[in-house]
């Protein structure tokens, strides 16, 4: 099982996220433009408190390693999750990731998942890796992608929301024998926003 040990990069830091850093999601969470690109985890919170409630009952739940990804100076900018954990099978699904607007198109998430893959596959012994997001969030999509994972599928009618909506759920993965050239692909994107 992960044991939730800080994961450490150049740029970043991931720790995982406990009650005293819940109240700084609070600015990520309620940005209305996270939820216009096709966020749809949950609704966006109206306040502080609502927010607190809210992250504890999406991220502080039984079964997940959620970290919070901090730059090197402590600053929140995010976080992600290791989450549907599956020993037997060996696999395991890294998501629920939502970064502030002004840390997107950044090396903080290449950097992050660079940290979060390399603990599944070379510590975890993983096979799989899946990522998961919504149809309509096209700009978690070409995140996904340009981590070098393959679309596997879509889930079609996959998600209830509160709204009423049905979600399509598409489905990626990077597999061990990848591992390799998406470990050379991320670490040369990290040259590249280091240059």
Known sequence: MPDGQPLVGTGVRLELLGDDAVDELYPLLSDPQVYADGYVMHRRPVSVEDSRALATSRFLVAGRVVYAIRLVDGTLVGTSSLLEIDLANESIHLGATLYGRRWWGTAVNPEAKLLLLTRAFEVLGCVAVEFRTHWHNRRSRRAI??????????????????????????????IDAEWPTVRLGLRERLRAYAS
């Open 145 to 174: 992608e340009a981590l070098g994972a393959k679309q596997d599928g879509v889930l079609r009618n996959q998600d209830l929301w509160q709204d009423g909506t049905v979600r399509d759920v598409v489905v990626y993965s990077v």
